[in-house]
């Protein structure tokens, strides 16, 4: 029995240490709803752990994955790669149809988008994938449990707080911490998701900002830049490199 770390960092959505998930603390439980024993309990359901879950049901294991946000795929289909590759397919169609259409012959009147209707897209997409993969689990016999889990007496022992408001205990003989990545603030530039905000709120403004600086020209920081900037927004990249 062992514990095996498989970090996914991603910038700039970096990783407050290396257990996201997983609350390293012995404390009072309420009371537990079930226990179950399994042979590989994954810790994450992001690309790392959800194929590692998949694999390992493959080669005949018991196993069952936890993961706190409620729906499988992690940072990059839930509020990274796909949401943000979603917004930038509508934004360019739109500027398209406003600076090239002409070009081709193609007349376009009051042209206007809704960005409602974008946000919606976008959902779509996701969810889709997320079921996705969720059918992937039941077709390979993979545990699925909603929650935030902790070790508890040893390390083949976690704790899991499901979102349900119950609690499990899982003995597993093997431990796979796969907990991905969060945003990571500034010291002098907290997020408050309104002004100021993460990678992950960038993906959902109610409303086209006049203005926008991006700091950070990574992969994400010029994706969702060259979102708001399609749709009206004057942007300003910041890179240190």
């Known amino acids: ?23 390293l ?13 399994v042979d590989l309990l994954v810790v994450g359901g992001g690309p790392g752990g959800y194929v590692a879950a998949i694999k390992a049901a493959q080669l005949g294991l018991k196993v069952t994955c936890v993961e706190k946000r409620g729906s499988l795929g992690g940072t990059c289909l839930n509020v990274g790669c796909i949401p943000s590759k979603a917004l930038l397919h509508s934004s360019h169609m739109y500027e398209e149809a406003k600076t090239s259409f002409a070009h081709h012959g193609i007349t376009v009147g009051n042209l206007s988008y809704d960005l409602g209707t974008m946000m919606k897209q976008k959902e779509g997409a996701v969810s889709g994938l997320t079921r996705g993969i969720e059918g992937l ?18 390390s083949n022992e976690v704790l899991v707080d499901k979102i349900d408001g119950t609690q499990e205990t899982i003995k597993a003989k093997n431990v796979l911490i796969a907990t991905g ?59 240190y490199l």
């Open 1 to 23: 029995p062992g514990i095996f770390f498989f970090p996914l960092i991603e910038r700039p959505m970096l990783t407050h240490g290396i257990l996201r998930n997983v609350r």
């Open 181 to 239: 990545s969060d945003p990571t603030p500034l010291p002098f530039l907290p997020f408050d998701e309104k002004v100021i905000v993460s990678s992950t709120g960038a993906l959902a403004l109610s409303k086209v900002p006049k203005r926008l600086v991006v700091v950070g020209g990574g992969v994400i920081g010029l994706e969702l830049g060259s979102v708001w900037r399609r749709l009206g927004a004057e942007v300003t990249v910041v890179e």
């Open 137 to 154: 689990f039941k077709k390979n016999k993979v545990t699925y449990v909603k929650g935030t889990g902790r070790f508890v007496n040893s």
């Open 25 to 37: 603390a012995s404390r009072g439980a309420r009371y537990f709803a079930t226990t179950s024993d």
